[in-house]
């Protein structure tokens, strides 16, 4: 299951070396349910290389409003507290491992 990400730990999880992506998504968006279970797989894989974790945009809507999160699901990937790569809409696994990898 990949690492729930809140306002409270937000800044910590980004600011670090690692790569950190970020899913921001709902429970009640139809892509976003395609897309959380590839998350999920992601951060088992990559466990100890990057952080991956999810935003739920209906109870952190602050951390998708700074980042001009407008359609969901959207995917930010962070290096060094910056976002460096950007999915929108649903994808497939290979592509997102590929946007962690070209950060590591």
């Known amino acids: 299951m990949a690492l729930e990400i809140t306002e409270a730990n937000f800044q910590e999880l980004i600011s670090g070396d690692k790569p950190?992506?970020?899913?921001f998504w709902a429970e009640w968006c139809g892509p976003c349910r395609m897309v959380g279970p590839i998350v999920d797989e992601l951060h088992s894989?990559?466990?100890?290389?990057?952080?991956?974790?999810?935003?739920?945009?209906?109870?952190?809507?602050?951390?998708?409003?700074?980042?001009?999160?407008?359609?969901?699901?959207t995917i930010l990937v962070f290096k060094?507290?910056?976002?460096?790569?950007?999915?929108?809409?649903?994808?497939?696994?290979?592509?997102?491992?590929?946007?962690?990898?070209?950060q590591l």
């Open 20 to 23: 950190v992506m970020v899913d």
């Open 45 to 73: 894989d990559y466990e100890g290389k990057a952080i991956v974790g999810k935003v739920n945009v209906d109870t952190e809507g602050g951390i998708a409003a700074q980042f001009g999160v407008r359609n969901i699901p």
């Open 80 to 102: 060094n507290g910056e976002v460096v790569d950007k999915q929108v809409g649903a994808t497939s696994k290979a592509v997102l491992a590929s946007k962690i990898d070209a």
